[in-house]
């Protein structure tokens, strides 16, 4: 289950003056909206815990994730032009070095994050995949033994 009042102390937007999620805020990040719609949750079932896995729900976050690595890249990068045109400006001043140098600095960190939340979606991605694989591969372990027992 997701925690929505972790939600609404680091989140604070994605909620109407009531506490309620917005929305817009239901429709960009399905899993908060859901009660049962927590990616991994442990369920007491028999004598033990299961692990139930919402492999939707990591697909989805995937999805955001790649999403939002598309629109890093070309969201941070809009002001290039204009700070090279205002090093170019400032040609001789030091502060025309110290902005080109900024805006290396600056570019290189938007590479690394556009980096890391890509790896973040690839890696959400391959772990729904395997956890519907490993589910897949158990229930036809089941259909096996139950077809040699007939």
């Known amino acids: 289950m997701t925690d929505l009042e972790f939600e609404r102390r680091m989140n604070p937007w994605l909620f109407d003056d009531k506490g309620n999620l917005t929305e817009a805020a239901t429709k960009q990040f399905p ?13 007491p079932a028999g004598s033990g815990a299961a692990v139930t ?7 989805q976050a995937a999805q955001n994730a790649f999403a939002l690595r598309d629109s890093v890249k070309s969201e941070c990068s809009q002001p290039g032009d204009h700070v090279a045109a205002a090093a ?3 040609k001789g001043w030091s ?3 110290a902005l080109t140098g900024t805006w290396s600095t600056w570019s290189s960190q938007v590479d690394s994050l556009k980096g890391t939340v890509g790896d973040m979606g690839t890696n ?11 589910e897949s591969d158990i229930q036809a372990g089941f259909d096996k033994a139950q077809g040699a027992k007939s």
Do not use: F, H
């Open 31 to 43: 899993d908060l909206a859901g009660s049962n719609a927590a990616p991994v949750s442990l369920n």
């Open 95 to 97: 502060l025309g070095g």
């Open 124 to 134: 959400l991605q391959t772990t729904a995949q395997t956890y519907s694989k490993t």
């Open 53 to 59: 896995v919402n492999t939707g729900v990591l697909q």
């Open 88 to 90: 170019g400006a400032l």
